[in-house]
């Protein structure tokens, strides 16, 4: 069975520090694009991070950028995120995602249940 | 404010056809293809329609998805109450070189 699960989460202080895993299953986790995707609490979606197959590609949400870091582990099949400089609009569930990726199309086709993040003092 | 605009809300009742549009520009839906995603209340977002109206192993033939220019559509037909719930549109944004999505349509089934 195809599976993403993260891990992590928790409560933090403003200014603090956490690192998300995912952990997958079920599939070649070293083949595809990998992503997080945020959902702060009664609001939308909205798009964290990609990292390409190796490494080598990572694109993160220009607001994001130096506070917010992805990351992968492609021998434990597992995805990271490291988060510094925690604020309380970083309030969120935060979702691993697999990016399916063809070269003309895209799509995030694999969702794990997500990890609440609480940013509070 | 979502790069991407939806309405935030539709309703339709059961067996009725509703469409959710999704609005975007150059830079996301006019030059790369748009997905869709379903999200039931308490859980993980689910993914709908990809690519040119592809749909993963699973959903139903009733979810259909179009585009036109800038703009793209998702149509449900046969309306049915398990069908209520959160749908968000997407795409990837050469400008922003990242995933934009649209903030949200809550659909009612009446």
């Known amino acids: 069975e195809v599976q993403l699960v993260e891990s992590g989460g928790g409560l933090v202080q403003p200014g603090g520090s956490l690192r998300l895993s995912c952990a997958a299953s079920g599939f070649t986790f070293s083949t595809y694009w990998m992503s997080w995707v945020r959902q702060a609490p009664g609001k939308g979606l909205e798009w964290v991070a990609n990292?390409?197959?190796?490494?080598?590609?990572?694109y993160h949400m220009d607001s994001l950028k130096g506070r917010f870091t992805i990351s992968r582990d492609n021998a434990k099949n597992s995805l990271y995120l490291q988060m510094n400089s925690l604020r309380a609009e970083d309030t969120a569930v935060y979702y691993c995602?697999?990016?399916?990726?063809?070269?003309?199309?895209?799509?995030?086709?694999?969702w794990g249940q997500g990890t609440m993040v609480t940013v509070s003092s | 404010q979502s790069v991407l605009t939806q309405p935030p809300s539709a309703s339709g009742t059961p067996g009725q056809r509703v469409i959710i549009s999704c609005s975007g520009s150059?830079?996301?839906?006019?030059?790369?293809?748009e997905h869709w995603y379903q999200q039931l209340p308490g859980t993980a977002p689910k993914l709908l329609i990809y690519?040119?109206?592809q749909r993963p192993s699973g959903v139903p033939d009733r979810f259909s998805g179009s585009k036109s220019g800038t703009s793209a559509s998702l149509a449900i037909s046969g309306l049915q109450s398990e069908d209520e719930a959160d749908y968000y549109c997407?795409?990837?944004?050469?400008?922003?070189?990242?995933?934009?999505f649209g903030g949200g349509t809550k659909l009612t089934v009446l």
């Open positions: 997407a795409a990837w944004d050469d400008g922003l070189n990242g995933v934009v």
């Open positions: 990292i390409q197959q190796d490494g080598s590609k990572i």
């Open positions: 995602a697999r990016f399916y990726s063809s070269g003309w199309d895209d799509a995030f086709d694999i």
């Open positions: 150059s830079s996301n839906i006019g030059s790369n293809t």
């Open positions: 690519g040119n109206n």
